[in-house]
């Protein structure tokens, strides 16, 4: 069992930057894939990226949606069980609800039935 909370949600004007967090419990969060989902008003929820650990000093593979990348980086740090979703240049169409979720999948996936843990969202508003 994975608990996930997120935090760092806010209102934005567009062309700023937000930093979301993702704490999770549990000793193995470094074994799961992590991802981050959003969800805008009246739209189904979509992937925005995903985060794998290689299990060495490397660090790891990432994937993003088309609509974030060059914007959007997701990061991870292993020791503190935290996930985080640096978002710049952000856009009105980013506003959402966004989500972590953890996948115990030993490759990226991007699909949310591949995610067995999700936390409860954190609002994004960004105002034009």
């Known amino acids: 069992q994975v608990q996930l909370v997120e935090s760092g949600g806010g209102l934005v004007q567009a062309g700023g930057s937000l930093r979301l967090s993702c704490a999770a419990d549990?000793?193995?969060?470094?074994?799961?894939?992590m991802g981050w989902f959003r969800q805008a008003p009246g739209k189904a929820r979509e992937f925005v990226a995903a985060s794998r650990w290689n299990g060495d000093s490397a660090g790891g593979s990432t994937y993003y949606a088309d609509s974030v990348k060059g914007r959007f980086t997701i990061s991870r740090d292993n020791a503190k069980n935290t996930l985080y979703l640096q978002m710049n240049t952000l856009k009105p169409e980013d506003t959402a609800v966004y989500y972590c979720a953890a996948s115990a999948s030993i490759v990226i996936v991007t699909t949310e039935m591949q995610y067995e843990y999700w936390g409860q969202g954190t609002q994004v508003t960004v105002s034009s």
């Open positions: 549990g000793r193995t969060f470094s074994y799961y894939v």
